[in-house]
Nanobody, 131 residues
Framework: EEQLVESGGGSVQPGGSLRLSCQAS????????VGWFRRAPGKEREGVSC????????DYSDSVKGRFTISRDNAKNTVYLDMNNLQSEDTAEYYC????????????????????????WGKGTLVTVSA
């Protein structure tokens, strides 16, 4: 079965860190753009960070730039999101998505907010930041 599975969510205090993982099975994710998206309570889904399949290019939303880092390990068929200095506004359900052909650049994938394209979606992992 072709699927994406996120893991690594949890509850942390402001200023804390988490590492999210997005592992693909049933297909080789190294050929895909991969993005992390989040939906906070009462808000629309937004693109957080995206990574190019081959060039190592990345994109980040302004709200996480400098705090979050996206990376990929093609040998493990996994994409990571390292989140540092987490703040209450980062509380959300985080989803990863993979797309092979709808986007040509990482920024267009993130700007889409996941509203089109995306060959695969994970089911999400919850991140809660509170004191």
């Amino acid at each position: 079965e072709e699927q994406l599975v996120e893991s690594g969510g949890g509850s942390v205090q402001p200023g804390g860190s988490l590492r999210l993982s997005c592992q693909a099975s049933g297909f080789d994710m190294k050929y895909y753009f991969v993005g992390w998206f989040r939906r906070a309570p009462g808000k629309e889904r937004e693109g957080v960070s995206c990574i190019h399949p081959t060039k190592g290019l990345t994109d980040y939303s302004d709200s996480v730039k400098g705090r979050f880092t996206i990376s990929r390990d093609n040998a493990k068929n996994t994409v990571y999101l390292d989140m540092n200095n987490l703040q209450s506004e980062d509380t959300a359900e985080y989803y990863c998505a993979a797309d092979e052909g709808h986007f040509s650049t990482v920024d267009t994938m993130c700007i889409s907010n996941g509203n089109y394209g995306m060959d695969y979606w994970g089911k999400g992992t919850l991140v809660t930041v509170s004191a």
